[in-house]
Every structure is written in structure tokens, then in C-alpha cells.
């Protein structure tokens, strides 16, 4: 059974930090990437970033410099470091596997919430 479960959001002031974790199953972290992936209100769910099972990374524009992500092999978790945030950096944070067709994905873990603000 797939297992993605998300952890880690909370209100945090501008400038602030936070490191969200992804527990996933075996079968999804030893055979994909793993990206993050969040969804603001009203708008689309974008790509945040995403780490291969060799540890190279990508991250989106907007968040690049600021976020990190890594993985912990052992564990079959993922997190993501991120910092310096700003109000729009405000969304709900899922974690899955990545590829290019990730916007086909039907299956979705619950997120969490993550909100920047004053």
C-alpha cells in the first residue's frame, strides 16, 4: 500500500523556518524521486523540488537558495528545509514520487499546512 504522509507545517512568521517531513513506503523511495510539491489557495499544485535516489536535486525558481531537501535512505523519508519564508510560500506541502507526468498523479497524501504571516 502506498504510504505518503506529510508532517512538519505550522504558522510561522516571515523570515522564519520550517522542516516538513515525508514518510513514504519502500517501494515508492528506493525505485522514484521524490519530490515536494505544494498548492496554494485558488491556484494550481506546483512543484517546490525533488530529490533523484542519487541525491541530485532540482528546486523551483522561486524557492531556490532557500529550500533544501534531502533524504534519509534508512528511513524512507524525505524532508524539506525551508527557509527564509515569505507570505507566498503559503500552501498546503505534499510530498510524492516524482516524474514528468507527476500532474497525472491520482493518488495524494493529506499534506500539511504550512502559512507565513504576521
Known amino acids: 500500500q502506498v504510504q505518503l504522509v506529510e508532517s512538519g507545517g505550522g504558522l510561522v512568521q516571515p523570515g522564519g523556518s520550517l522542516k516538513l517531513t515525508c514518510d513514504t513506503s519502500r517501494d515508492i523511495f528506493d525505485f522514484y524521486a521524490m519530490g515536494w510539491y505544494r498548492q496554494a489557495p485558488g491556484k494550481q499544485r506546483e512543484l517546490v523540488a525533488f530529490?533523484?535516489?542519487?541525491?541530485?536535486?532540482y528546486y523551483a525558481d522561486n524557492v531556490k537558495g532557500r529550500f533544501t531537501t534531502f533524504r534519509h535512505n534508512f528511513q524512507n523519508t524525505i524532508y524539506l528545509q525551508m527557509n527564509r519564508l515569505k507570505p507566498e510560500d503559503t500552501a498546503v506541502y505534499y510530498c510524492?514520487?516524482?516524474?514528468?507526468?507527476?500532474?497525472?498523479?491520482?493518488?495524494w497524501g493529506q499534506g500539511t499546512q504550512v502559512t507565513v504571516s504576521s
Open positions: 530529490i533523484g535516489s542519487g541525491g541530485g536535486t
Open positions: 510524492n514520487k516524482y516524474s514528468e507526468d507527476w500532474r497525472d498523479y491520482d493518488y
